[in-house]
């Protein structure tokens, strides 16, 4: 019988984790800037980064940015949500702000999607809880992030929970547009009894 333990390795064993990038001062849009940047704002755990809301900017200082590409993980290491948000393509040049961590896996044991999971669930989110600092705006500090203790399933268990979130996010997806229609429907019924 095989044997099914799960494999634990700290975070920065399997993972390349760098800053975002290091803006001087406040983020100045140039609407035909080279660049566009992933802020806070612009990115959720569960619809990704909405890449049409990005401001556009020119590169600040003399670091080469480290631009995003499929299949990064962006961790938010600033602010009360210290959630991972998982890149399945990238439209353009982009960086993220400094309020990140850009994740890129280094161990081919691990799938990027699977990555953002775990660190958007209980087990994960409770470490972070317990290991912010901080009292107004918390943050996660990169030595705490790296001694995560991540479980490594096989490949074929992360693709099976990598489908299984992809499948509850599209149910849930579902079920908020039935609730929005429905709704529409009792307007135009209410506006029928009106008239």
Known sequence: MENDAVKLSPLGDVVAVRPGYPFRGAIKEAPRGEMAVVQIKNADAERGVDWQALANTEPTGRKQPDWLQGGDVLFIARGNRNVAVYLNQVPGRAVCAPQFYLLRVKDDRVLP???????????????????????????????????????????????????????????????EQLIRNREQQLTLVARGLIQ
């Open 113 to 175: 999607a699977y990555l953002a999971w775990y660190l958007n669930e209980f087990p994960a989110q409770r470490y972070f809880e317990q290991s912010a600092e901080g009292s107004v705006v918390t943050s996660i500090r990169r030595q705490v992030l790296e001694s995560l203790p991540l479980p490594i399933p096989d490949l074929q268990r992360q693709q099976l929970i990598v489908n299984l979130v992809d499948t509850a996010r599209r149910e849930k997806q579902l079920t």
